[in-house]
């Protein structure tokens, strides 16, 4: 059972997530927050797997508190949910180390099945967001030592993909995937599936 925690200021949204994803089988809304101060001295006893996280919250911003989620929490996945689509936002939410971004138009079967993603290691995201960070990686100001094959991995981890998915888009095993990433861990001097994606976005890799 995927256990959820919502956090976002409007009582008829977050009302509205927490009914999508108790409709579920596979997941259980644990608990709902109209700010993340208010979700601190509860989250550890929540054990969310996922966090649904918007971004323009009162008091501490969305990004401001993924940092501070990860540091309590240790390893949890975060989707920012919002209506802003501006690179700034994007690109911020995601070097800090959220796991995926979705519009709010997001459509109950969308964001179920983001968080099944995100739950099996996928970065999931809204059409346009990642549009977004395709378009951003395909500037040539960065050169990497990066193989080929290599950055059709990274590309497709910026995508949303899961290990699995990459294996079948590339007909490749998920055993070669994992030593890809790891040999592209090592080359971009990162610990981390969100830190190569934010790198790569920050950097414009092709």
Not at 124 to 143: D, G
Not at 150 to 175: F, P, T
Not at 182 to 197: C, D, F, G, N
Request: include cysteine; hydrophobic fraction near 40%.
């Amino acid at each position: 059972m995927i256990r959820i925690v919502v956090i976002d200021d409007d009582t008829i949204i977050r009302e509205g997530y927490r009914s999508m994803i108790n409709r579920s089988d596979e997941m259980v809304c644990v608990e709902v927050y109209g700010d993340c101060e208010s979700s601190f001295p509860n989250i550890l006893s929540d054990k969310p797997d996922v966090i649904l996280l918007d971004i323009s919250l009162p008091g501490m911003s969305g990004i401001e508190a993924i940092s501070e989620f990860h540091d309590v929490l240790g390893k949890v996945d975060i989707i920012m949910i919002s209506i802003h689509t501006d690179d700034d936002r994007v690109f911020a939410s995601l070097r800090n180390g959220a796991s995926g971004y979705l519009t709010k138009i997001v459509t109950p079967a969308r964001l179920i099945n983001a968080i099944k993603e995100v739950f099996l290691g996928g970065a999931p995201m809204s059409t346009e967001i990642a549009r977004r960070v395709i378009e951003s990686m395909h500037s040539p100001n960065h050169k990497t030592t990066l193989t080929k094959r290599e950055m059709q991995v990274l590309r497709r981890l910026c995508e949303g993909n899961s290990y699995k998915m990459i294996a079948d888009q590339l007909c490749i095993s998920v055993l070669t995937v994992q030593t890809h990433i790891k040999h592209i861990y090592r080359k971009l001097q990162v610990h981390s599936q969100t830190e190569a994606v934010s790198l790569a976005i920050r950097k414009g890799m092709v």
